[in-house]
């Protein structure tokens, strides 16, 4: 099993994991020729995604998935509620799935278990995938943690976790206050701080990668992020990786 980063932040974000002869995305915030052109930066062809996976409708994370989805044929999941709000945009579209935030699908190798989410979207998930030995959970766009993310975290190999912003960055940024208190909020995005106040909480026993994703370009530091997770794992910095917007990460192995 490995995962790997299209890139990650307001920007775009995509997220490719792979188990035997399966591989999906989830999501893609990315136009069609700048989603093939860091698939193949990783090595792979677009017609080799077995399925997308969409966590909530925001344009970063669904913009690119219609019409990628359409040229190359690709099955589309997404919730009841995401499929409300943007089913328009899938109507030509043969092979689009709607599922419940609760329930688990297998996407060929992969079993796939969604779970819910505080973030300002209409039904916003996200995800556990496993290979039957592996686990790697992905987090972001999260305004606060709850218990039942925590449980669905707990004991994974791997974590893709939004570490958005530092308080006093973003306190102190130049954003409209309005932003700020978006942000800031229990449906917006994770502080540095929350983040490692998840890990904290949660069965890291079996962690193998733990890497920072969506970072914001304006209220965040690389450095800043790393040092929170670090933290809470009480290893070295170094150790945490970082998903940037441009290049988002290379392949990890489990």
Request: hydrophobic residues 45%; proline residues 4%; contains cysteine.
């Amino acid at each position: 099993m490995r995962f790997a980063s299209l890139g990650s932040g307001s920007e775009g974000n995509g997220l490719v994991v792979e188990a035997g002869v399966s591989r999906v995305l989830v999501d893609c915030g990315f136009g069609l020729r700048d989603a093939a052109v860091r698939l193949q930066r990783l090595g792979l062809e677009p017609a080799s995604i077995s399925a997308i996976l969409v966590t909530h409708e925001h344009a970063d994370h669904v913009g690119g998935v219609p019409a990628f989805a359409a040229r190359h044929r690709i099955p589309v999941w997404l919730t009841f509620g995401t499929m409300q709000v943007v089913g328009e945009r899938f109507a030509g579209l043969d092979a689009v799935y709607g599922f419940d935030s609760h329930d688990s699908f297998s996407v060929g190798d992969l079993r796939v278990q969604p779970f819910p989410v505080p973030h300002d979207a209409r039904e916003p998930v996200q995800f556990v995938l496993d290979d039957g030995a592996n686990r790697v959970g992905v987090l972001t766009d999260i305004g606060c943690s709850t218990p039942y993310v925590e449980a669905s975290l707990s004991g994974c190999d791997a974590l893709v976790l939004e570490c958005n912003h530092d308080t006093g960055m973003l306190a102190d940024s130049d954003y409209p206050h309005a932003l700020k208190q978006r942000i800031a909020g229990r449906y917006g995005h994770l502080c540095n701080d929350a983040a490692a106040a998840l890990l904290a909480a949660i069965d890291t026993s079996r962690l193998k990668h733990v890497v920072a994703a969506h970072l914001s370009q304006q209220n965040n530091t690389a450095r800043r992020a790393r040092a929170a997770l670090a933290s809470a794992l009480d290893c070295a910095p170094d150790w945490i990786g970082v998903a940037d917007q441009a290049s988002g990460f290379d392949w990890r192995m489990l």
